[in-house]
Nanobody, 126 residues
Framework: QVQLVESGGGLVQAGGSLRLSCAAS????????MGWFRQAPGKEREFVAA????????YYADSVKGRFTISRDNAKNTLYLQMNSLKPEDTAVYYC???????????????????WGQGTQVTVSS
């Protein structure tokens, strides 16, 4: 059974930083693409960032490009999201996800997304 456990969320002022982590277990983590999505109250879940299984390829939503950095440590089975220059509109529950293939997508309804974490709340105050 695959488990994805996020941590690192919290309350931060605008302009601040947070680092999210997602610890994976139950699968050979290094063979699969992983990513981050977020969902704000009353809104649909949306793509934030994704990374290929080797870590050599990354992709970001326009809204976070230049502020967020996704990375992974396959030896530790852990995915990260470094978030800098946070804005109030970044407030959401952030979820990590794992695809059942080596390459990623951006659709949160992608049937190739096998598992989701439980989510971690990020709140950015103005």
């Amino acid at each position: 059974q695959v488990q994805l456990v996020e941590s690192g969320g919290g309350l931060v002022q605008a302009g601040g930083s947070l680092r999210l982590s997602c610890a994976a277990s139950g699968r050979t983590f290094s063979r699969y693409a992983m990513g981050w999505f977020r969902q704000a109250p009353g809104k649909e879940r949306e793509f934030v960032a994704a990374i290929s299984w080797t870590g050599s390829s990354t992709y970001y939503a326009d809204s976070v490009k230049g502020r967020f950095t996704i990375s992974r440590d396959n030896a530790k089975n852990t995915l990260y999201l470094q978030m800098n220059s946070l804005k109030p509109e970044d407030t959401a529950v952030y979820y990590c996800a794992i695809w059942n293939r080596a390459y990623y997508g951006t659709n949160p309804r992608d049937p190739a997304i096998d598992y989701w974490g439980q989510g971690t709340q990020v709140t950015v105050s103005s």
